[in-house]
């Protein structure tokens, strides 16, 4: 079941960047977030969207949102990946795809590869705005334009 503007985000937890327990629900009230599904590190598109994330990051953060990407990778392909191109927000494992399911992130190329999905979820977290593209670089820019109408 895919997940539509005005539902509230999942309860998940799973291990961020660093080997640490990260629970969705410690983020509900805190900040707007924009939470982006992608395919995987080092893959072409994901490196583009994953440094254009970075390379707006300080506008989502001056708007008071926080950046989090979602692939099945594990927390070493994460640490690496965030080392080489110096991501400056969190990278979640979701390796047994749990969250991309409870999410309904549909599946990219005739369900060959997982899907590449953005949602903007406001403070309360309930979601805003969904960006379903395999587009990488239009992911960021729909994602601030959907942060900014939270001022």
């Not at 969705?24 to 509900?28: F, G, P, R």
């Not at 593209?133 to 994602?143: C, D, L, T």
């Given at each position: 079941m895919q997940l539509k503007v005005g539902d509230k985000i999942p309860n998940f937890k799973v291990k961020d960047t660093n080997g640490n327990d990260f629970d969705?629900?410690?983020?509900?009230g805190q900040k707007p977030l924009v939470i982006y599904f992608y395919p995987k590190d080092n893959t072409p598109g994901c490196t583009v969207q994953a440094c254009g994330f970075r390379d707006q990051y300080e506008d989502f953060t001056d708007l008071g949102a926080e950046v989090i990407g979602i692939s099945s990778?594990?927390?070493?392909?994460?640490?690496?990946?965030?080392?080489?191109f110096r991501?400056?927000?969190?990278?979640?494992?979701?390796?047994?795809?749990?969250?991309?399911?409870?999410?309904?992130?549909?599946?990219?190329?005739?369900?060959?590869?997982?899907?590449?999905?953005?949602?903007?979820?406001?403070?309360?977290?309930?979601?805003?705005?969904?960006?379903?593209?395999?587009?990488?670089?239009?992911?960021?820019?729909?994602?601030l334009e959907a942060i900014k109408t939270l001022k």
């Open positions: 969705s629900q410690e983020m509900i990778d594990s927390v070493e392909s994460h640490q690496k990946f965030t080392q080489q991501l400056p927000f969190t990278l979640l494992s979701d390796s047994d795809k749990k969250i991309r399911k409870l999410f309904g992130v549909p599946p990219d190329w005739f369900g060959i590869l997982p899907g590449r999905a953005t949602y903007v979820v406001d403070k309360a977290g309930t979601i805003i705005m969904i960006f379903d593209s395999v587009k990488a670089e239009q992911h960021i820019q729909k994602a």
